[in-house]
């Protein structure tokens, strides 16, 4: 069985006062389901963000470590693990 890949998302203009403003993680199969996932999950709750970067294979030790860390749900399992609420 193929185990997802750790998607990093980072958008030009982030929320201010909101997770989101930190980036978004997201494992997914490849890119195209990480984007799949990302428009209906998190765009369709908080509207379109333009993407500044996406990276895959993100070491998850080089996120914020006193926000994004402890927060962060299961990296091995499809779907959003960061922010929550997704």
């Not at 500044?52 to 926000?67: A, F, R, T, V, W």
């Amino acid at each position: 069985m193929t185990k997802p890949t750790r998607y990093w998302i980072e958008f030009s203009d982030p929320l201010l006062g909101n997770a989101i403003g930190l980036g978004c993680g997201i494992s997914a199969l490849d890119e195209a389901q990480a984007r799949q996932i990302l428009e209906q999950q998190v765009f369709s709750k908080l509207g379109h963000l333009q993407i500044k970067s996406i990276q895959s294979d993100i070491d998850i030790g080089s996120l914020n470590q006193n926000k994004v860390i402890p927060n962060m749900g299961d990296v091995t399992v499809i779907g959003v693990w960061f922010p929550h609420g997704f």
